[in-house]
Every structure is written in structure tokens, then in C-alpha cells.
């Protein structure tokens, strides 16, 4: 890809060309203009001519694709850049492997307070349990340290980090030798990043939205709250993406609502809403999800934060507030909860205002036809990630361990979603899985239970137009004349047309039917490489030898 030296400004016009660019407004266009921070112009390489003398910067694109920027619509960024430049638990297939990377890391690092981790995962371990804390106390040579599991819904600590936290042991969720969860969990996880300072809290920030960039990533959710960060960590986190070239940031904070004084607050956090991870239950994995009926491996149902009139109080106040309102939802009790308490609402301040509001369910893993109803009849928007499905779905897969089978495969059902007229944004929980836009839209489209499977081009939708619309926005994430300017330039093979199935519909393939292309996803084939990513109109990254 070459391009022009032209100077740099603020609102440069730029031609790019050659190139194949995703958009309906021309599903044949090879060129596009950008004029402060908009989409001016899509259109053909012979009507480019005539804009090539007229704009400071021509872009050959050297038959690479431009599309939309990425709208991660739920992400931890803190965490994800912790994770990234911190001690990662990953990649370890056993728990020894696990332990040897503690060990290691502490080596390394004796000036940190704190050892931070993330990703372990003893479903995916011969030994199928999580590390005992006489095996981490000796990993860690007497140090504090703090490893989330995976969901981040429970974590595996050390006595020295417990030291830290006066009265832990009396909290519920605390646990003499396994990992903590609930009020235990939150209470270390609050000690163990007090100890992060506020530079290596910036530096954190700014690793993962270059890794955002880097992905094709223009926008992310950032889904804060007083059980998951803090809120210097919030605001904070706003003040820098606004103040540098990078992904937008759009916050969610994590608080009830009672009155307009709650939502005010939530306001002047700089939060498009008092949602993201405000927690009906928790996670699978952690045996924290709400259920309706027992876990197939342990004698309970899970864990309920706020029941339906809670629900239904935070969801009036947001909504006579106009505020957007939302929750973290996976069990199917947490579901009914929720669709039992947002139709309250509903009577309380009319349908209409509550379908208006848009107000929003992160993971929705465990729906039933009638929750999926619900959902369409209350206008919720549905903030999934399909990543989940293809870390723990399928038959052997840790959703059927802790569900059973037959359970486990009316997970994440993405298709009846869309079937039902559910607006669907997508999204990675990165840390929990890693940011990864294509490999997102590769797994809605091959999820492990064919009947949720979607096309390609309806997941691509969904994790680009998907996240603006759930943030209330319907004229961005696009590439049309007027549309805000993120895009995304890629290299990438032969463009195709992708059904799940047999069983649904096809596009043609024929050109003459006006369906753009998008990149082979199947299984194996290789995922287009972000070659620039630009967030109105400004570059934001490009990559190296480019």
C-alpha cells in the first residue's frame, strides 16, 4: 500500500483506491474520499479521477480491503493491558505449567507489590482443579498475588494478598484453599489493584487500545464498575483516550440507579450508561451463574446478585432518566430475572420509552425461545461474544461439563437472536478472551451448535454497525457519504459470500446481485492482517514495513 507525502493535518481530504471498499451504499466500489473526519464519497476507481487533483493525500491501496472499524462492545481495557504486559496464564496446559509461570514471574519482577495474573483455566488441565493456595504461597515465594480465572468471576490468591484484606475470611465467597468468588473475590481484587500504580495503570490503558488499533479496532465499551475497577481507574481511562490518537472509548459504569441524583453521577463519570457488568449473576465457569435447575457437577444453582425488582427499579429510574440501562446476565435464571424486571419497568413507565432507551444485556448465553421473545418485545439489545462458544462449547467443552450436554447446546443462540429481530453487538470480555475481531465473526459464523449459527455477513454487521447501535447510534459503522471515517484496511484473500448452512438462505455470489464480499472465514483459512486503522479520519495505526 503506498500513499502520497502529503503533510499531515487535522482534517486532511484523502483519496483511497485500488482496492475493494465495504459499503452499501456502492457494493462495486473500489474508492472512497474522506473529508473531515466523514465519509464523503464511495465509488468506482474511474469516477476517482476526478477527485485525485482535489485532496491533499491519494492512499493506492494495491487491491487491499477497506472496511468499517471494529466496535468491541465489551471490554475490560485496564485488565486486558495488565494482561498483556503482566504475568499471562494462558497458554499453560497444565497446572504445573501454571505454577513454573508464577514462579518465573516472580523471578523477574521483585519490585512489584503485587503480582497481577490472568487466564488460567483448570478445565483445560489433566489435573481438572485449580491450584490449592499452600501450592501458590510456594510458588510465589511469600508474595501477594492475585490470578483470575479466566471469566474473571473468581480467583486463585495467595496468604500474603489475604493479609492485605482485614475480615476476608468472614466474607461470603471465601474459601479456605479454592479460589475466591463473590464479596471475598471483590474484596482482594480491589487490594491487589490499589497496589497498581497510576503510571503502570496508564501504561496498562495504552498497550491495550494499541492492541485495539493494531486489530482493525476503532471503538471499544469500556464495561467498568464499582465490583470490577474503581473509579479513578474509569475516569481515568476516558481522560487518556480522549487526549491521544486511538480507539474511541465509550464507558459503561456499573451502578444502580434509584433516582435522577444516581443517574446524574453516572453522567458525570463520563458513562454513556449505568450498565456493562452491573451483575445479576455470574459465570459458567465459576459455578456463579444463575440456573433454574442445579449444575450437572456441583449440588447448587449459582449465585443471584439482584432479583427482579431490583432490576426493575434500576431499569424506571435509567429510563425516566434517559439513561441507558444494562446488566451482565449468563444463567437462565439471571435471564428470566431480567426480562421479569425490564417488563415491570415497562408497565411502570410505558413500552415505548423502554424499547426507546435501548437498554442492553451483556452475554446472554442461556435463553430460551420465550427469553429470546422477551427480549425482541422489550427492545433489548443483546452484547454477546462468540469467542465463548468456541473456548468452551461443543460437546466436551466446559459448558457441557458444568450443564450436561443437552444443556449446553442451547448456548449462545446467535441465529433465533437474529430471527427474532434482536439487535446483536459483539464483543470479545477481553481479558477473558483475547481481542480478536475476525476470529469473533469466524466463531458466530461456525459456532459449535449449527442451528446458532449466523452468516458471516450478519456477524461482520454486528460487530460493527452492532456496537454503535448499542450505544444509539445508527449512522456510524458504516461506510457511507456522512458516516463518521473509521475504517480499517486489510489484507486479506478472495472475497466471498459465507452462509452458515445449507439450511439458510444464500447470497449469490453473482456481483450482479449487490452483496459485497467479505474474507473467507472457514475453518483454516488465514484472517486478513490489518495493514491501518483510522478513527475519524485520523490514523491510528499502521503497520510496521507497510
Not at 526 to 531: E, G, K, S
Request: glycine share 12%; charged share 20%; with cysteine.
Amino acid at each position: 500500500m503506498t500513499e502520497s507525502t502529503a503533510p499531515q493535518s487535522e482534517h486532511r481530504t484523502v483519496l483511497l483506491r485500488g482496492g475493494d471498499v465495504h459499503s452499501p451504499a456502492d457494493p462495486f466500489a473500489t474508492a472512497m474520499v474522506v473529508e473531515r473526519g466523514h465519509v464523503a464519497w464511495v465509488g468506482s476507481e474511474g469516477a476517482a479521477d476526478a477527485f485525485a487533483s482535489g485532496v491533499d493525500e491519494v492512499i493506492d491501496l494495491e487491491g487491499a480491503l477497506v472496511t468499517p472499524a471494529f466496535t468491541d462492545a465489551h471490554v475490560h481495557t485496564t485488565s486486558t493491558g495488565l494482561a498483556l504486559t503482566g504475568l499471562d496464564l494462558s497458554g499453560a496446559r497444565t497446572l504445573g505449567e501454571a505454577l513454573a509461570l508464577v514462579r518465573a514471574h516472580i523471578g523477574s519482577h521483585p519490585a512489584d507489590r503485587v503480582v497481577l495474573g490472568h487466564g488460567w483455566d483448570a478445565t483445560r488441565w489433566p489435573e481438572q482443579r485449580p491450584p490449592s493456595r499452600a501450592e501458590l504461597d510456594e510458588a510465589a515465594g511469600g508474595r501477594p498475588v492475585y490470578l483470575p480465572r479466566v471469566d474473571v468471576h473468581s480467583a486463585a490468591v495467595t496468604t500474603a494478598l489475604l493479609d492485605l484484606v482485614p475480615g476476608v475470611t468472614a466474607m461470603a465467597g471465601y474459601h479456605p484453599e479454592g479460589p475466591l468468588t463473590a464479596a471475598a473475590h471483590h474484596a482482594v481484587r480491589a487490594a491487589a489493584h490499589a497496589a497498581v500504580s497510576p503510571r503502570q495503570r496508564a501504561g496498562a490503558q495504552r498497550a491495550a487500545l494499541r492492541r485495539a488499533a493494531s486489530l482493525g479496532i476503532g471503538t471499544v465499551h469500556e464495561c467498568g464498575g464499582p465490583d470490577i475497577s474503581d473509579e479513578d481507574d474509569f475516569t481515568g481511562l476516558l481522560k487518556l483516550a480522549a487526549g491521544q490518537p486511538g480507539p474511541r472509548v465509550f464507558g459503561y459504569w456499573a451502578e444502580q440507579v434509584g433516582n435522577e441524583k444516581d443517574a446524574l453521577r453516572i453522567r458525570e463519570l463520563g458513562a454513556v450508561g449505568a450498565a456493562g457488568d452491573l451483575f445479576v449473576d455470574g459465570s459458567l465457569g465459576s459455578h456463579t451463574a444463575c440456573l433454574h435447575e442445579p449444575y450437572a457437577d456441583a449440588p447448587h444453582r449459582g449465585t443471584a446478585h439482584l432479583d427482579a425488582a431490583q432490576i426493575a427499579a434500576h431499569v424506571a429510574a435509567c429510563t425516566e432518566a434517559g439513561l441507558q440501562a444494562g446488566f451482565h446476565a449468563i444463567g437462565d435464571a439471571a435471564l428470566s430475572a431480567v426480562v421479569a424486571g425490564v417488563r415491570a419497568a415497562a408497565g411502570q413507565v410505558g413500552l415505548g420509552r423502554v424499547r426507546a432507551a435501548r437498554h442492553r444485556v451483556e452475554h446472554a448465553e442461556m435463553l430460551t425461545p420465550e427469553t429470546v421473545a422477551a427480549f425482541a418485545e422489550l427492545g433489548l439489545t443483546a452484547s454477546v461474544q462468540p469467542a465463548f462458544d468456541a473456548a468452551w462449547g461443543g460437546e466436551e467443552g466446559m459448558y457441557a461439563q458444568r450443564l450436561g450436554a443437552g444443556r449446553a447446546r442451547t448456548l449462545n443462540p446467535y441465529a433465533a437472536l437474529l430471527r427474532a429481530g434482536v439487535p446483536l453487538a459483539f464483543g470479545s470480555d477481553s481479558p477473558v478472551t483475547p481481542l480478536d475481531p475476525w476470529g469473533t465473526v469466524r466463531a458466530a459464523a461456525f459456532h459449535r451448535t449449527l442451528e446458532h449459527r449466523v452468516s458471516v455477513r450478519a456477524g461482520f454487521t454486528a460487530h460493527t454497525r452492532g456496537g454503535w447501535r448499542a450505544v444509539g447510534r445508527d449512522d456510524a459503522g458504516t461506510l457511507v457519504p456522512g458516516a463518521p471515517a473509521d475504517y480499517a484496511v486489510w489484507r486479506t484473500d478472495e472475497l466471498v459470500v459465507q452462509a452458515p448452512d445449507d439450511r439458510v438462505a444464500r447470497w449469490s455470489t453473482d456481483p450482479r446481485s449487490g452483496t459485497p464480499g467479505l474474507p473467507d472465514l472457514s475453518p483454516g483459512a488465514d484472517l486478513p492482517v490489518c495493514l491501518r486503522t483510522v478513527v475519524f479520519g485520523q490514523t491510528v495505526y499502521v503497520r510496521p514495513n507497510e
